[in-house]
C-alpha cells in the first residue's frame, strides 16, 4: 500500500489550500483515512477524518468549519480542503489510512501513512 501526499505549500494566513492524497495497491472503499499534522518537536496532532463510504466525517475541533475532509472513491484519493488558513496551522501534514468502516481518530489505529506534506502559514 502507498500514499502519496501533495498540495502543501506556503501561504498567507487567510489563504486557502488543498491536500491531496492518493492511495495505491489497495481496495479503497473500505479504507478510512485521515489527515493528521506534526510541528517539529512536538507530537503529532489529529486534523480530519472519513470513512469509507464518505458518510462520516470528524474534525479536530482546531479546524470545524475551516477545514472538510472528502474522498473521491473512483479516483482513489482523499482531500483536505484548508480555508482561512492560520499561523497556527503550519506543520508537515500526512494522510493515513486503515481498513475500517467507521471514523479513526487515534493515530495509533492506522496501519499505512504517507510520507507528509509542508504547509507554511505567514501572519
Known amino acids: 500500500v502507498q500514499l502519496q501526499a501533495s498540495g502543501g505549500g506556503r501561504v498567507q494566513a487567510g489563504d486557502s489550500l488543498r491536500l491531496s492524497c492518493e492511495v495505491s495497491g489497495r481496495s479503497f472503499s473500505d479504507y478510512g483515512m485521515g489527515w493528521f499534522r506534526q510541528v517539529p518537536g512536538k507530537e503529532r496532532e489529529f486534523v480530519a477524518a472519513i470513512s469509507g463510504s464518505g458518510t462520516s466525517t470528524y474534525y479536530d475541533d482546531s479546524v470545524k468549519g475551516r477545514f472538510t475532509i472528502s474522498r473521491d472513491n473512483a479516483k482513489n484519493r482523499v482531500y483536505l480542503q484548508m480555508n482561512n488558513l492560520r499561523p497556527e496551522d503550519t506543520a508537515v501534514y500526512y494522510c493515513?489510512?486503515?481498513?475500517?468502516?467507521?471514523?479513526?481518530?487515534?493515530?495509533?489505529?492506522?496501519?499505512?501513512w504517507g510520507q507528509g506534506t509542508q504547509v507554511t502559514v505567514s501572519s
Open positions: 493515513a489510512g486503515v481498513q475500517t468502516k467507521i471514523v479513526i481518530v487515534n493515530g495509533d489505529l492506522y496501519d499505512d
